[in-house]
């Protein structure tokens, strides 16, 4: 899809109709267009051209969606940053992908110390305002691209070193709006809901797909169970994607029956492996909402398997089936094969799969063999070639006993405790068993109260006495990266190595 093009397509034909909303504003897709026209003229008068990079270092607003759209018009490179990073990250990023000029949000307070030589646009100055308010008349702009051109430079989490930058292609943008075509059958009249920081992958698909399906889409800008409640209700929300943590706030906040939330469709849990108690506990609370899992990363743009609608009861416990063009092996230790059933590194190829790690070629042949781009994630499928996430390679803990332990297995178990909140269970070094333990930490609901000899008997009951975790932390919250996943390093770090 050529996202310039079909902007001023459907400026033409849905010209008075909505297209974004945000708390109390709506764009139609006239004023978008027209909008992202007017700052695209700015930005090209400024020098930028086809195969630049533009930064945008912004929060959940329109204003993302009107630099997205202007950077596409003139066939440059759309590089979010998440706002939450610090100096030496930012820079680093900037620097990585050469970045010309770079949106900035009012107060951001890091002006200063950005690279000197990067234009700064903030979309709070009247330079800035005056293209949205009274946008300049020009002429429409459409880039002539290529599917092959270069389109997004998304940084990575940066959770364990320097930030790799993943170069996604036109072509490889187009993936996700044919998966969600696809798999949920999605409508002109859905009404999109986006949730998890736009400053991702998950900002640039969710508007491709809002100009995929012609629909409206409700940017929240407030990652807390009232204000989803409240746009849910006000703007009749049909569908959004969000990770875990997400939703269990949601069914934990005692918010439910105070909103309608008739009007939703389809939710879909993404990221880690999902607890299947919770996908249950949702679809108990919601039943006229479908409840199902996919699984992707920013380096397969980023859908890999999605479970179809019809099969969402069914299969509820798994990540999905590939989706249309993708080509996957399981295979172990070895390179070989793996068959139904058997736990294995999944390897993916397909036109979802980036051009690359910009510029780190060691790391690309690293990550890309003989096509297909290795994912770290280990899976299992069954019969009806349906996934189930079994967790990270790196995750796996080698007890002192010698066996192999999944911790997404243990954490689902403690996590289908409706006191529990969040888990997560990793692997630390014992020096009195010479060897790994079991490390769960655990954060309570609102007002929960369970302690740790309950949680030791839950899994006891479940796993048995091999994989019941050896040491269990109470905690206030657990430490998230940028996407809102569990920042297993940091817990790492904060154990180092016990002495039980």
Do not use: W
């Amino acid at each position: 899809m050529n996202v310039s093009k079909t902007l001023s397509e459907l400026a033409v034909i849905k010209a008075s109709e909505t297209a974004i909303i945000f708390n109390d504003k709506q764009f139609t897709y006239g004023n978008i267009n027209t909008i992202a026209n007017s700052l695209a003229s700015y930005l090209a008068e400024k020098g930028i051209k086809r195969g630049d990079s533009i930064a945008v270092i912004l929060p959940n607003c329109p204003e993302f969606a009107f630099a997205y759209f202007a950077v596409t018009k003139l066939g440059a490179i759309f590089s979010p940053i998440d706002t939450r990073l610090g100096e030496t990250e930012i820079n680093s990023i900037l620097a990585d992908t050469k970045a010309k000029a770079c949106f900035i949000y009012p107060d951001f307070p890091l002006k200063d110390k950005l690279i000197q030589s990067l234009h700064l646009i903030d979309i709070a100055g009247e330079e800035f305002k005056s293209h949205v308010k009274n946008p300049h008349e020009v002429k429409d702009i459409v880039a002539d691209i290529r599917p092959e051109d270069a389109a997004l430079f998304l940084h990575t989490s940066g959770t364990t070193g320097r930030p790799k930058i993943v170069e996604l292609t036109n072509s490889n943008l187009d993936c996700f709006p044919e998966a969600m075509k696809d798999c949920i059958v999605l409508r002109e009249k859905e009404v999109l809901g986006i949730i998890l920081p736009m400053s991702h992958i998950s900002g640039p698909i969710i508007l491709n797909l809002l100009l995929a399906e012609k629909c409206k889409l409700v940017i929240i800008d407030s990652i807390n169970p009232l204000t989803l409640f409240e746009n849910i209700s006000k703007h009749k929300i049909t569908f959004f994607h969000a990770v875990p943590p997400v939703f269990s706030l949601m069914l934990k906040s005692g918010l439910a029956e105070r909103y309608d939330t008739s009007s939703l469709d389809i939710i879909a849990m993404m990221g880690t492996s999902v607890p299947v108690s919770l996908m249950n506990a949702f679809k108990k609370s919601f039943p006229h909402v479908v409840v199902l899992q996919g699984y992707g990363l920013t380096e397969t743009s980023p859908l890999v398997t999605l479970t179809k609608r019809e099969d969402a009861d069914l299969k509820r416990a798994s990540i999905g089936m590939l989706v249309e063009g993708a080509d996957a092996l399981v295979i172990d230790e070895d390179g070989n094969s793996l068959g139904v059933g058997e736990i294995g590194e999944l390897i993916v190829k397909g036109p979802m799969v980036m051009k690359g790690y910009h510029d780190l070629p060691e790391q690309n042949s690293a990550r890309i063999r003989d096509g297909y781009f290795y994912t770290n994630d280990l899976v299992k499928f069954d019969t009806d070639n349906y996934y189930y996430h079994m967790g990270r390679r790196d995750d796996m803990v080698v007890l002192a006993n010698g066996l192999n332990v999944y911790p997404a297995e243990i954490q689902n178990i403690i996590f289908s405790h409706p006191a529990v909140l969040d888990a997560a269970v990793i692997g630390v070094r014992s020096a009195k068993q010479q060897g790994n333990i079991l490390h769960a930490f655990v954060v309570l609901a609102p007002n929960a109260s369970l302690s740790e000899i309950d949680i030791r008997d839950l899994c006891m009951k479940q796993l048995g006495s091999i994989k019941t975790p050896k040491k269990i932390s109470l905690l206030e919250s657990l430490p998230k990266n940028s996407t809102g996943k569990t920042d297993i390093q940091e817990l790492k770090n904060r154990v180092g190595t016990n002495d039980d």
